[in-house]
């Protein structure tokens, strides 16, 4: 039996995960198992989760997964978005695209740790990315068909849900927050992410497809 434990962000890559990636994933030789990252654990009282603050911290949570033997491939869900600076390679990241720049900062994650177990993943730039790729199941889920048409939208112009940038004010969430300001992050997103389904991701997000490809390389 191979085991994939995904390390996740927050309670919406959470959600994601159970219910999307896990059932894809799925199979008879192979099982997925998931936790959020632990950003404190004060003495005497319950840790407390979700979050990123510091490359430390987290190289700490991803060893304490690793000394786990039964975990084939560990992987991560976490956004490229808002991705402490002192992470490895975050300072040194080239010129280039959106999807080189991630993919050197993931280079520069695995090295660090130095286990071949370890098969880093972040989000390019924000899971919201892929609920903006879900432009017609969002509009279903509100009822709103200019919602729809607007999302829509912002993929085209940027020629990508993945090439939605990482800017303050107007990275994906930021943008569908001011489209929508009752967007509900933990509940909307994976609702939206769920009806599209892992396939239309990958089809239509290049990053995502190039990780789960490795993921399920990593696990033969």
């Not at 892929?130 to 999302?151: F, I, P, Y």
């Not at 940038?165 to 769920?194: C, E, F, H, Q, W």
Request: charged share 20%; with cysteine; aromatic share 6%.
């Amino acid at each position: 039996m191979r085991r994939l434990h995904v390390l996740c962000e927050g309670q919406t890559e959470e959600t994601v995960v159970r219910e999307v990636i896990e059932p894809y994933l799925h199979g008879s030789d192979v099982y997925v198992t998931w936790s959020i990252f632990t950003t404190k654990r004060p003495a005497g009282g319950p840790s407390h989760k979700g979050g990123l603050s510091s490359w430390g911290r987290l190289a700490s949570e991803i060893r304490l997964l690793l000394g786990d033997s039964s975990i084939t491939v560990l992987t991560t869900m976490l956004d490229y978005y808002g991705l402490p600076a002192d992470v490895p390679g975050m300072a040194t990241r080239p010129s280039g695209s959106p999807h080189d720049r991630v993919a050197y900062v993931e280079r520069a994650m695995a090295d660090a740790l130095g286990d071949p177990r370890f098969l880093p993943h972040l989000v390019l730039h924000e899971v919201e990315a892929w609920v903006l790729l879900g432009h017609e199941a969002l509009g279903e889920l509100t009822g709103d068909d200019a919602l729809a048409q607007a999302v829509q939208a912002i993929v085209v112009q940027a020629q990508g849900a993945e090439l939605v940038n990482d800017g303050v004010s107007t990275a994906p969430s930021k943008r569908l927050m001011r489209l929508y300001p009752r967007y509900r992050k933990t509940s909307d997103g994976p609702l939206v992410i769920a009806e599209i389904g892992i396939d239309a991701i990958r089809h239509g997000c290049p990053h995502a497809d190039a990780w789960l490809s490795a993921v399920t390389t990593s696990l033969k």
